[in-house]
């Protein structure tokens, strides 16, 4: 991610790309597009739904379901909440404060992931990837003591139900969406 990138402020129903990338500045994954939903103080919420996805080996696949993305500010993670036929699940990246630059979301990966259920249950992803990029990409520890305070923070929110791990707040960003669709053909 750039250093000294000024942190513009998208506009409601702007679509962008999103990019996340790894430590050590490589490209990890794109997002083809985004609509954004909301910019607040704490986070941009946006929308991912039939759109491509780069991986960084070049593998390409397509969305087919909507998922609503919360990409905090100012909080090492970002939540997608993918809407499908069983119930919403929440995909969780630990990842850097994400910043909009005029053409992009943008963020760095630090490898763990929190998915949650529709029950409520929740597993975490990919800690030998962690440990592994930690000595590979050279995270220090104030990163490392970041990552895993926010990981706890995360397994909290994702524990009491708080937002935005909450269905109705996800279908409510849905019907924006939708809403925002209508007056956009």
């Known amino acids: ?50 759109t491509w996805v780069v991986e960084s080996d070049g593998r390409r696949w397509f969305t087919k379901e909507p998922a609503i993305c919360f990409y905090y500010k100012d909080r090492w993670f970002n939540v997608m909440a993918m809407i499908r036929k069983r119930g919403i699940y929440y995909y969780c990246n630990l990842a850097s404060p994400s910043i909009y630059d005029g053409e992009a979301i943008k963020n760095v990966d630090y490898d763990l992931d929190v998915k949650v259920f529709p029950s409520g249950h929740y597993i975490l992803l990919d800690e030998d990837e962690f440990l592994d990029h930690q000595v590979m990409m050279g995270y220090d520890e104030r990163i490392i003591r970041i990552i895993r305070d926010e990981q706890r923070r995360l397994v909290n929110l994702v524990r009491d139900k708080s937002f935005p791990f909450q269905d109705d707040v996800v279908n409510d960003y849905f019907e924006k969406y939708l809403s925002l669709s209508e007056v956009f053909e």
């Open 1 to 50: 991610m750039e250093e000294g990138v000024i942190n513009m402020k998208p506009k409601i129903g702007d679509v962008t790309y999103v990019d996340t990338f790894k430590h050590d500045g490589s490209t990890h994954r794109t997002w083809s597009s985004a609509t954004v939903l909301d910019d607040t103080d704490d986070m941009i919420v946006a929308i991912t739904y039939k």
